[in-house]
């Protein structure tokens, strides 16, 4: 499975906290202080989780995931502002049936049309997953930007892949689907 020597040798490069120092003035009493930028990195288990989620998509959707997140943290620009993470893969129908109802007998807003068992999310292995980024900060985003830049490098690797935010009416940005 190519993927998966293509994780590892990735993982390196997104455990090492690898900082970058950059001096910056004096301050008035005469200390140097250090401006630390930190690249967003995933601990041990965190690694684990991903390579877990990964496993349970179709092999050609892995594949691409694998080569666009290689060029994401290979990029210096990407690789500083954010690192994707795969927030889910495959999802049992029983969940989704929990997600159905967040915006109709549930509050919040509605996440998704399909029903258990609709969902390609709910096939194993599965042709569809859900993409977020970690950012500096620790905090998780799903901006629209970020996801954007992030479809590209996914439909360059695979032309098979169809992205959420494409979609005509209902845009679902973090999905990235094989059909
Ligand atoms: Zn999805």
């Not at 129908?93 to 915006?103: I, M, N, S, T, V």
């Not at 709910?122 to 950012?135: G, I, K, M, S």
Request: hydrophobic share 45%; charged share 20%; with cysteine.
């Amino acid at each position: 499975m190519p993927w998966l020597p293509l994780l590892l040798l990735l993982l390196p490069k997104l455990v090492l906290p690898n900082l970058l120092m950059t001096p910056s003035k004096p301050a008035a009493a005469g200390v140097v202080t250090k401006e630390v930028r930190v690249v967003p990195v995933l601990m041990a288990a965190g690694l684990k989780v991903q390579a877990a989620r990964l496993a349970q998509a179709v092999p050609a959707l892995r594949a691409a995931y694998s080569q666009a997140l290689a060029r994401w943290v290979g990029d210096p620009g990407l690789r500083l502002l954010a690192l994707p993470i795969i927030t889910e893969c495959y999802r049992s129908p029983e969940r989704q049936d929990e997600l159905y109802k967040q915006g109709r007998s549930k509050p919040g807003p509605i996440v998704t049309y399909k029903r258990g068992g609709e969902s390609n999310h709910n096939r194993l292995p599965a042709p569809a997953l859900d993409v977020a980024f970690l950012l500096p900060d620790g905090e998780v985003s799903w901006s629209g930007l970020l996801l954007s830049r992030f479809a590209r490098l996914m439909k360059a690797a695979d032309a098979r892949v169809h992205w959420g935010g494409d979609w005509p009416g209902f845009k679902d940005r973090p999905h990235f689907e094989v059909v």
